[in-house]
């Protein structure tokens, strides 16, 4: 700036570290178009940066008139009124999750906790009136990003009320050995359930994807008292298994070996009665052959006993009872060995 070397001297007292803007002058450049040229670049600006926003992909903008809602922006580079329109953006594509009974400082591979206790949203009452400890992260989508904003009044606050209502409703209903043992699965699925109705009813615009039960521990005053139980359990179901398997070992084969031996003796039964009942019926088929013709009957049964009898006599001579001569007889091979090769002869004069 340019000093008016031209004014009258100040009266007395003047003080010269003050600046006498008076005396100031505008420089001869800066004239009057150009500073409405700036002045109208500046306003530009201003409303070109109220104007134009960017939503992101994962994100849908809504955007407010007065604070009341009028639409709703996909991503991408959108345009709105400057001054009188606002823009809430909301992430409809990004899994949110909210944790109970612990904190995630830095998530990682080897995430860092906060060491803070949290204990009034962990510290649960049992169906036995026992306590547990139980924590455990809600993941959850918006489905609907006017209900979301809109519908309840700080929805954030209401929906960690509603998961802690709702999980120590569930553990509750469950004695202490389920909570910490083999009952976690069925909590979780439960209490998913049970927190989107809430949630659907409440008109939300959530959607649950999954309750995780992260870590279920007794209190730490009780915890070793806890670990000798589980010990203890653990060791009586060893025994009984082990006693199944020596049972299912010895029982089944003395079983199947009663079973063989019943077996057995019914075939055995049934063998002696089948026999017995053919032998009866080939012997009234004999009588009644016999019956009708007993010469005939006697002379067959003899010669069938003859022929299973003699085979078995080996070299035997046999001589008639009219005659004094020797009649050979059958088997002719064995009396080879006993007369010799030649054959007897037998006649008067031979």
Not at 16 to 23: A, C, E, H, L, N
Not at 256 to 276: C, D, F, P, W
């Amino acid at each position: 700036m340019e000093i008016d070397n031209d004014r009258p001297a100040r009266p007395r007292g003047w003080r010269p570290d003050i600046v006498d803007i008076g005396r100031l002058r505008t420089p001869r450049w800066v004239t009057p178009r150009l500073l409405r040229l700036g002045v109208a670049a500046l306003v530009a600006i201003i409303l070109l940066s109220g104007t134009v926003f960017q939503v992101q992909l994962e994100q849908v903008g809504i955007v407010l008139r007065f604070g009341r809602y009028v639409r709703t922006t996909e991503p991408g580079l959108r345009v709105k009124l400057p001054l009188i329109e606002q823009v809430l953006k909301v992430p409809v594509q990004r899994q949110l999750k909210e944790e109970f009974g612990f904190r995630t400082v830095e998530p990682s591979i080897r995430s860092r906790f906060s060491e803070a206790s949290f204990a009034d949203e962990s510290v649960m009452l049992t169906g036995d009136l026992n306590v547990a400890v139980v924590e455990w992260i809600v993941q959850y989508r918006v489905t609907d990003p006017y209900k979301y904003l809109f519908k309840v009044r700080g929805l954030t606050e209401t929906f960690r009320s509603m998961n802690q209502a709702v999980m120590r409703g569930v553990v509750g209903d469950r004695t202490v050995t389920e909570v910490l043992t083999v009952g976690r699965q069925e909590i979780a699925t439960t209490s998913e359930g049970l927190l989107q109705e809430l949630v659907n009813q409440y008109e939300m615009g959530i959607v649950i994807d999954q309750i995780v039960l992260q870590d279920v521990t007794p209190p730490d005053p009780v915890k070793p008292s806890w670990d000798e139980v589980n010990q203890a359990q653990q060791q009586r179901d060893r025994l009984i298994n082990e006693a199944r398997a020596e049972y299912n070992k010895v029982v089944p084969r003395a079983k199947g070996e009663a079973s063989q031996t019943i077996l057995q003796a019914e075939g055995y039964a049934l063998e002696r009665v089948n026999s017995a009942q053919g032998d009866a019926t080939r012997f009234k088929a004999l009588y009644e052959a016999y019956r009708r013709a007993p010469d005939v009957t006697r002379r067959r049964l003899h010669l069938e006993t003859m022929q299973r009898v003699l085979p078995q006599l080996g070299a035997k001579v046999f001589m008639d009872k009219g005659t004094g001569s020797v009649v050979p007889l059958l088997p002719m091979e064995g009396l080879k060995g006993l007369l010799g090769t030649t054959p007897p002869k037998t006649g008067g004069g031979q």
